[in-house]
């Protein structure tokens, strides 16, 4: 896992008004240039719909890159299509003779620039175990996990830091785990703890 110091760059005059707002509503960051323009962001904890707005926020203030996400093919050859594809939409076929870890490890191959993040838990309410898709969609298209905590008792993102899946989940998942240690969602209630085996089971939701 990388320990590089964070990343300093300047900010463009859109990025300083929503860095403006991000400190305005109390949050701070510590941002760690990823290195590389292939990557899937894993974002943990995951307890509150709040998450989401105060996670879009700062991925405007700092230097991240629009996110990929994928959908049904069907609503690619709707009137949506274009639209669709425009925002970073990626069709997928989801049906039982399709791999989707296949599909999502081509899409990354034949890209240059290519970021989806993901929920572990792959749901708010408090869950036993991560969903295993994020580790093996990275391992399949050998590129690394970028992870991301949102700590509500210190009001701190931290995001950049890197693990190469290797394809020893225990392994990796020491390294995971250490990078989320401490880290506090907004409702305490339903934040799992982070064993030492990911279930295996559905790809998880994009973020």
Not at 54 to 82: E, H, M, Q, T
Not at 154 to 161: A, F, M, R, S, T
Not at 188 to 195: A, F, K, N, T, V
Request: charged fraction near 20%; include cysteine; aromatic fraction near 16%.
């Amino acid at each position: 896992m990388t320990a590089a110091a964070p990343f300093v760059f300047k900010r463009t005059f859109m990025q300083k008004l929503w860095y403006a707002l991000f400190r305005l509503i109390g949050w701070k960051a510590e941002y760690y240039d990823p290195g590389t323009n292939k990557y899937i962001c894993v974002v943990w904890p995951h307890t509150s719909n709040l998450d989401f707005f105060i996670g879009f926020i700062f991925s405007r203030a700092y230097p991240l890159p629009n996110p990929n996400f994928f959908a049904k093919d069907s609503v690619f050859k709707s009137w949506l299509g274009p639209l669709a594809r425009k925002v970073g939409g990626i069709p997928v076929i989801r049906d039982r003779s399709t791999n989707f870890v296949d599909q999502v490890a081509a899409e990354f191959h034949r890209r240059d620039k290519m970021m989806i993040a993901i929920t572990p838990e792959g749901t708010r309410k408090l869950t036993e175990y991560w969903r295993s898709g994020f580790y093996y969609m990275a391992l399949a298209a050998k590129i690394p996990l970028v992870l991301a905590s949102m700590d509500y008792s210190k009001h701190l993102i931290v995001y950049g830091k890197t693990v190469m899946p290797t394809g020893d989940l225990d392994a990796d998942l020491v390294l995971i785990r250490e990078f989320y240690a401490g880290v506090v969602g907004r409702h305490i209630e339903r934040q799992g703890e982070i064993l030492s085996l990911i279930h295996i089971s559905e790809p998880t939701r994009p973020y």
